[in-house]
C-alpha cells in the first residue's frame, strides 16, 4: 500500500461516485498532514480536473505533469489509501499555499 505524502499528487480510483461528486480514475493532490497519512487507512485528497472552470472562486488554475489543471477544491474528500495507484507530480510550493489558503477561505480552517 502506498503512503501518501502531503502536496503529493497521485493517480486514484474515485469510482464509484454518486450525482456531482468526482469520478474516474484520475489525480488527487493528498492534503492531509504525514503523520495522518502514515497511520490511518484514508487520506483527505482534493482532485483534479482538466474541464477548466477560470471563474470559479472554488478552483486553482495548476499545471500538473506538463499540463493544465485545477484543483476542485470545493470537491475536498476522503477516500481508502487502496484508491491511489501511483504517484504522479508534487504540487508546487505557490500552489500549495494558495490551496491553504482557499482551504481556509471556504472551510474556515487553518
Partial sequence: MIIPIRYGIYLANLNPALGSEIKKTRPVVV???DAMNRHLDTVVICPLTTKLHPDWRSRIQITCAGSKAELAVDQIRAISKQRLIKKYDTLKAKDA?????LIVEMYGLE
Fill in 31 to 33: 492534503i492531509s498532514q
Fill in 97 to 101: 499555499e494558495t490551496l491553504r489558503g
